[in-house]
């Protein structure tokens, strides 16, 4: 089976009956990154979307068929922890994003210091809704400017267990903004969304 519909119709399966679950864990900071006027910050995303099509429903069963767009199916059987199959008709459109980020920003020491954290949520369609998910991961290192070299255009970073980096910066107009003592927090994120949308009216 192609490995796109193995992705979407592994998503439908893992709709789970769950309301809402939020955790938080971490030492240091945990800042998420923030524009300031005067420290440099930047994000980078890309973000990949796949698309089937709902092509039969056996509720009994609870057995899910679905076709991409290069005509590949599969089936899957769903738990019963999956809810609001009802809500899924024939023809229905699955879709299923996956985005995939880096986010960084500098800030002036004094609140926090050195540390990671780590934040992960995930909800689900309320009853009686067309099936839908999202669930997202981001984890947030907190590092320290022990070195800044214009001439170059490097800086060294300190993570918090004392092991430095030093990086070579694409725009070097950002290391004269930032200070060797300030804070970096760099964030890496992940999330899945699903999304189960009505069929397209001829």
Do not use: H
């Amino acid at each position: 089976m192609n490995q796109r519909v193995v992705v979407l119709t592994l998503a439908v399966a893992l709709i789970a009956g769950c309301a809402q679950i939020q955790k938080t864990l971490g030492t240091g900071s945990g800042t998420p990154p923030a524009a300031t006027d005067a420290k440099p910050s930047g994000r980078i995303e890309d973000v990949t979307e796949l698309r089937a099509t709902v092509t039969a429903i056996d509720a009994a069963k609870r057995l899910v068929t679905v076709k991409d767009e290069t005509g590949e199916s599969g089936v899957f059987e769903l738990s019963d922890a999956v809810r609001n199959l009802d809500q899924v008709k024939v023809g229905d459109e699955v879709v299923l994003s996956y985005t995939e980020a880096i986010a960084w920003a500098v800030r002036p020491p004094g609140k926090g210091g050195p540390g990671v954290s780590s934040q992960e949520s995930v909800a689900t369609a309320e009853s009686g809704q067309k099936p839908s998910a999202e669930a997202r991961q981001v984890v947030t290192l907190t590092t320290t400017i022990t070195g800044i070299d214009l001439d170059r255009g490097t800086v060294t970073l300190q993570g918090p267990q004392g092991r430095s980096r030093t990086l070579k910066v694409r725009d070097t107009a950002n290391l004269r903004k930032a200070k060797v003592g300030d804070l970096v927090d760099i964030a890496y994120s992940e999330a899945v969304a699903l999304a189960v949308r009505p069929a397209k009216k001829p």
